[in-house]
């Protein structure tokens, strides 16, 4: 049986990143569970501010129509963001609204959302982990008939989260990111 194919998106091109330090321990536990993952980094996809006159003229950018296509390449998707101002950061929702607007051949605009598991997590040196930014990227998801699963994992204080060898050193951490990694793989794999 060919391998469960998850891609992962940090919301964050920062260096030292806590999301993306958070993103690479949620891909060893994938790769734990013989997930074939992909980690992808948004600035790879440079995209300008959405712009309704800017697509009218030119059709949505190359790098928005590549990010779709490597999202429906993937059997599910583990989202790993900021929390900016109690919401998500530009650079993920300006994807997210770009993806959207893509219609490849044969497709409906945004099709690549629909019914495609999506696993979302935040990270932040805050005592609510970025919690509030996950229901709004949950509602965001949901507008786009995306399959968002239940489990999901708010790191507080994640900028001491971590032992001395970069694992999550506190029980609950752990268990919290387990609980999200195995529900994403069983949704993955009943939607494959
Ligand atoms: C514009 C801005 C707004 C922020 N708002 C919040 C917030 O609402 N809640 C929070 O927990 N952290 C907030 N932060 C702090 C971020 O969580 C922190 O910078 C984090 O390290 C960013 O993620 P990264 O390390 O993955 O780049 C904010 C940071 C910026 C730059």
Same mark, same amino acid.
Request: glycine share 6%; aromatic share 4%.
């Given at each position: ?41 948004? =600035? ?27 999202? =429906?390449?993937?059997? =599910? ?37 629909? =019914? ?77």
């Amino acid at each position: 049986m060919p391998a469960l194919k998850i891609l992962v998106i940090p919301g964050s091109t920062r260096s030292g990143s806590l999301n993306a330090r958070l993103a690479a321990a949620a891909i060893d536990e994938l790769v734990r569970a013989d997930v074939d993952v992909t980690r992808l980094s948004l =600035g790879d996809f440079p995209l300008p501010i959405y712009d309704g006159d800017l697509e009218s003229a030119s059709g949505v950018p190359k790098h928005a129509i590549n990010l779709k296509r490597m999202i =429906g390449a993937h059997h =599910g998707v583990l989202l790993v963001t900021p929390e900016y101002n109690s919401s998500l950061p530009p650079l993920l929702k300006n994807a997210i609204d770009w993806v959207s607007r893509v219609q490849d051949e044969h497709e409906t605009r945004g099709e690549v959302f629909r =019914g495609r598991p999506f696993a979302i997590a935040a990270a932040s040196a805050g005592r609510l982990g970025g919690s509030r930014c996950l229901q709004a990227l949950r509602l965001v998801l949901s507008a786009c008939r995306a399959l968002v699963i239940p489990n999901q994992l708010a790191l507080s204080f994640a900028d001491d989260a971590y032992d001395e060898t970069d694992r999550l050193k506190h029980a609950a951490d752990k268990e919290a990111l387990t609980a999200m990694a195995r529900q994403l793989i069983d949704v993955a794999q009943q939607m494959k």
